[in-house]
């Protein structure tokens, strides 16, 4: 009945779950995209049936994988001549699909311009701050990969991922490594969505005059936060407050 309804769905502790009930869970594999499989039945069911149950299960994993992490799964897939772009493409799969632009600016700026082009067919942003998957960072893609990582990892410690729809949050006791695979950027008490971060990043130069730009609606709406802790954040971010108001 499992196999005729194909009705199988997994929670973020790993389980895969038919009519509300766990029926395997994923355990660590030789790597953090390549978990096994092991299916939770008694005695009750012979060895040939558990067998045919579990190929079922792993066909569906696999399947469900590629469909939610697709250009995660790629990376180890690409076959690229240059060997800066390999390395790239190798890093940005070992920090499950998001790395900070500062620790790999020094390959990124070894890698030929008309190799540079084939990042965005692979998938690859390459930002001012962050180099990602964008798509990686959807809610579906972030619950799965983050859940992947901390069975690999065998994290112990309880991080929660922060609330679908939040573009800037303000909390001290937040995890900044476990952050980052969420997609947010820390500033001191602040956090930023990388890909919101680049945006704003855009909005910047494209209002910046004689290296001077003035703050307007648009970029705090766009990080939803207040007036008060745009300023603070411009400051975290280097940006110097000139003397006419709004203006840096």
Known sequence: EIIDSKKISINSEGRLIWKDNSIA?????????????????????NLETKVKLENFLKKWFDDYIKEVLGDLIN??????N????????FQLY??????????????????P????????SMGIKIGRYHIYLPKMLKPKAVTFRISLWILFYNLQEK?????????FIINKNYDQNFLLLCGFEKFKEYFVRIDILEKLFIKIIENTKDRKFRVNAEMMNLLGCTKENFY???????????KSEDTY
């Open 82 to 89: 240059n060997q800066y772009l390999r390395a790239l493409v």
């Open 232 to 242: 603070k954040l411009m400051g975290y971010m280097n940006y110097r407050k000139d």
């Open 25 to 45: 869970k994923l355990k660590k594999g030789h790597n953090y995209l390549s978990p096994e499989i092991e299916v939770l039945a008694d005695e009750a069911i």
């Open 75 to 80: 990376l180890i897939n690409q076959k690229t």
């Open 159 to 167: 991080n929660e991922i922060p609330k679908f729809g939040l573009n």
């Open 113 to 120: 311009a008309e190799e540079r082009k084939k990042l965005w």
């Open 94 to 111: 070992e920090k499950n699909g998001v790395i900070k632009r500062s620790e790999i600016d020094k390959i990124v700026k070894l890698i």
